[in-house]
């Protein structure tokens, strides 16, 4: 499967990240925790859906 670039910007530092994922609007579990570790949160909104860690 193809993979998708996406950028996500950081709420409080406004610093911006890139990440390969599968699907933009539906993240794997696998997925959303590598983003929240690599930028060191535990809440990630991506296209209006939460996940949390």
Do not use: A, C, W
Not at 6 to 19: D, G, P, R, V
């Amino acid at each position: 499967m193809k993979k998708t670039r996406i950028t996500i910007s950081h709420q409080l530092e406004k610093t911006k990240h890139n990440f390969l994922v599968l699907n933009p609007d539906k993240l794997s579990r696998i997925e959303s925790e590598r983003i929240m570790k690599k930028m060191g949160i535990s809440v990630l909104l991506v296209n209006g859906k939460l996940y949390t860690g």
